[in-house]
């Protein structure tokens, strides 16, 4: 379309924009989406219908230049898409998890954190402060940072997990 006549230099950029971001318009709000065909003959229509409105009303703003616009989008969502039908998402398929693998990440995390550095931390804490100065501070620090990286470490893989 020739859209020289109808629309001062001005707005041309505006316009320009407007008829990039049409796909979008039409699109971007939807459960779901359209057949390729569909968006073609959506964004085809759009652009007759500004074409026509800016031959009949000419506008002289970008604010009226806007406004058609929102009109000519707001009648596609309340006329039904135009008629055209809309395509349900296609679901996700989410791979079966391995029970063995969860029981293992949570008793490493139980485990390490119980045992291992719940030791380090009693056997540094008592030594720290019975003996300040003579290097289990060091130790008291790395047993904290350690306890705090694991369960760190255990957020990070399970963050995506879901009670199922």
């Given at each position: 379309m020739n859209w020289e006549p109808i629309i001062n230099k001005n707005l041309a950029t505006q316009l320009e924009q407007i008829l990039e971001n049409a796909h979008a318009d039409f699109t971007a709000n939807l459960e779901g989406g359209f057949l390729q065909?569909?968006?073609e003959e959506i964004i085809s229509r759009s652009h007759t219908q500004l074409?026509?409105?800016l031959t009949t009303r000419p506008v002289n703003t970008s604010h009226?230049?806007?406004?058609?616009?929102?009109?000519?989008?707001?009648?596609?969502?309340?006329?039904?898409?135009w008629g055209h039908p809309l395509q349900a998402k296609a679901e996700k398929t989410v791979s079966p998890s391995n029970p063995e693998s969860h029981l293992a990440n949570y008793l490493r995390v139980f485990l390490v954190p119980t045992l291992l550095l719940k030791g380090c931390l009693l056997y540094f804490g008592l030594n720290y402060s019975n003996n300040p100065g003579e290097g289990y501070g060091w130790g008291l620090i790395?047993?904290?940072?350690?306890?705090?990286?694991?369960?760190?470490?255990f957020i990070w893989k399970t963050r995506n997990n879901t009670d199922e």
């Open positions: 065909k569909d968006i074409y026509n409105a009226e230049l806007a406004k058609v616009w929102n009109q000519i989008v707001t009648d596609f969502y309340q006329n039904n898409y790395v047993a904290i940072v350690l306890s705090l990286f694991n369960f760190g470490l």
